[in-house]
């Protein structure tokens, strides 16, 4: 069982987090209060200067919607300017080319037309819009009111086009006037002659609502990191929608921004290095000595390497003594370690030579005896004792922190099986193998090499003496701790397995031997194939 002690330590050590990282959290920590009254600044300060940027696009959009009005004032400035200086009759050519030459002195006109009191059009330029009588009819009532407005503007029936009407002032007794029709398309050339940043867009637009209720700009959703705002103008239903990027914001808005987080950093930065040179930096330094140590066993002392503080001299110090009085004990032990190898190598030894001896014995008595039972029977006995000195031979050769390689093992086993079968049973062995490199403790070793022998000859044993056999022996690992033995051949039928050889000496030893290797031992009678799948003890 675990050391509860032992268990405790890794379990704390698993849990532990590194000082730099609690360090860095408990500065962290302790700065945090004012990290968020930096955070907070800079907050209010990217506010600020996104809101001013808001603003200038604010101010873009009315500088552009008093543009409109100024286009259109000075439109009608002209346009009254234009009904003094008319002569106008009641000679249609006359009219005509008086209201073109209009036309053609201001480019935004696309017709002119004059209309009497009652509403109708006594005559017009050539080409551009017509007005139609409902038109006609509400600037003419414009011209009777005689309301003190400088001219009426509206919109034709079609919203595409501004109507500026003036009254003729020369007409005293039957008001009269002329009205001047301006595109909304050249209204919108007139603004794109503006100066506006680049990438700005700009259009007029017309709403349905008459009036409109709008009298300040009105924000506009725009993507792509855009913004813009519907300006009203002072003809009802018209308006201005403008949006651009947003501003970049100037060196001294984003210094403001920056700033506050920025010294928090770097005062947590400076806690940070102190804290690392002066406590961080030495640990890691003893760490990197004691590492060294444990890799390389040097024993240079760690004390002149932590640094000149008088706390980490004191802890290395105690350090040094106590590694000290380790490598004392681990010599000690190493010493007696290899004292009780050396020991456990020479029992192997001596158990090794003891079974050569008996092995001798048997051979000895069975040529002793005439009886061809009793030399059969010291002959198998002999078999047995072999395959156990092999055993011991390789638990003596072999690593023992390893264990016994063991297609080694049953390479040697095989190779004596061929000669003591053909000279006990009279039956001539031929074995092939395939070994993968798997090492098994001697708990493995033994029944493992004992069922070999077994099987093998008790395969041999049912055949005539003078015959032959040949078997093809495989040991492979088949996953991780598990190995699969097969014994398989054309003279393998599998008979120490059947009813009548398992109550027999060599049945009893081969399932004893499986029960010892917990492993299942099967025979597949078509494929002339005996298998046995066990654990690998010392892996």
């Known amino acids: 069982m675990s050391d509860p002690a032992e268990v ?30 930096s955070a907070g600044l800079s907050a209010i300060s990217y506010d600020d200067a996104y809101r001013e940027s808001i603003a200038l696009i604010e101010r873009r959009a009315v500088r552009l919607a008093d543009e409109v009005d100024n286009i259109i004032t000075d439109e009608g400035l002209a346009l009254r300017a234009f009904s003094l200086r008319l002569d106008l009759d009641d000679n249609l050519n006359t009219c005509e080319a008086a209201l073109t030459r209009i036309v053609d002195l201001e480019p935004m006109f696309e017709s002119v037309s004059q209309i009497d009191a009652s509403g109708r059009v ?16 509400y600037a003419a009532k414009g011209f009777r009111e005689d309301n003190g407005r400088p001219g009426e503007l509206f919109f034709d029936a079609a919203r595409r086009n501004v109507i500026f009407a003036v009254r003729d002032r020369t007409a005293v007794s039957t008001p009269s006037g002329i009205a001047a029709v301006i595109p909304l398309t050249a209204l919108q050339a007139r603004l794109n002659e503006v100066s506006r940043p680049a990438g700005s867009r700009l259009a007029v637009q017309v709403t349905r609502e008459q009036p409109t209720s709008l009298e300040m700009p009105e924000p506009i959703v725009v993507s792509d990191g855009r913004y813009g705002f519907r300006a009203p103008t002072r003809i009802n239903g018209l308006m201005i929608e403008y949006d651009e990027p947003v501003p970049a914001f100037s060196a001294r808005r984003l210094a403001s921004i920056i700033a506050p987080p920025v010294m928090w950093l770097a005062a947590l930065a400076i806690a940070w290095l102190t804290l690392r040179r002066l406590v961080i930096r030495p640990l890691r330094t003893m760490q990197a000595g004691i590492d060294e140590r444990a890799r390389s066993g040097v024993v240079d002392p760690l004390e002149p390497r932590v640094g000149n503080t008088a706390e980490f001299a004191a802890f290395a110090a105690s350090y040094d003594s106590l590694a000290d009085k380790q490598r004392r004990d681990r010599e000690d032990r190493e010493a007696a370690l290899e004292k009780q190898q050396r020991l ?50 390789w638990l003596y050769a072999d690593d023992h922190a390893r264990g016994v390689d063991v297609g080694a093992l049953l390479n040697d086993l095989l190779a004596s099986l061929e000669s003591s079968i053909e000279n006990v049973v009279g039956v001539a062995v031929h074995l092939t193998n395939r070994f993968d490199r798997v090492f098994v403790g001697q708990d493995a070793a033994v029944p493992l090499s004992f069922l070999i022998t077994e099987l093998l000859a008790g395969e041999a044993a049912r055949l ?76």
């Open 8 to 37: 405790s330590t890794r379990s704390s050590s698993s849990m532990s987090k590194p000082l730099s990282r609690r360090v860095l959290t408990a500065l962290t920590i302790a700065l945090l209060p004012i990290g968020l009254i």
């Open 122 to 137: 006594t005559c017009r330029s050539p080409g551009g819009p017509d007005l139609n009588a409902q038109e006609a009819r």
């Open 344 to 393: 456990v190598r020479e029992v192997h030894h001596r158990v090794k030579n003891n079974l050569q001896i008996i092995t001798s014995l048997l051979s000895i008595k069975a040529r002793d005896t005439n009886v061809a039972g009793e030399r059969r029977a010291y002959g198998i006995i002999q078999m047995r004792v072999e395959a156990l000195a092999l055993v011991h031979r």
């Open 464 to 539: 005539e003496p003078g015959l032959s056999m040949e078997a093809h022996v495989e040991l492979l690992r088949t996953d991780e701790g598990h190995g699969m033995l097969t014994i398989s051949g054309d003279d393998i039928g599998g008979a120490t397995l059947s009813g009548e050889g398992l109550r027999t000496a060599s049945g009893r030893i081969v399932q004893g031997m499986t029960r010892q290797l917990r492993g299942e031992l099967s025979y597949d009678e078509d494929a002339n194939t005996i298998m046995l799948s066990f654990r690998l003890g010392n892996e």
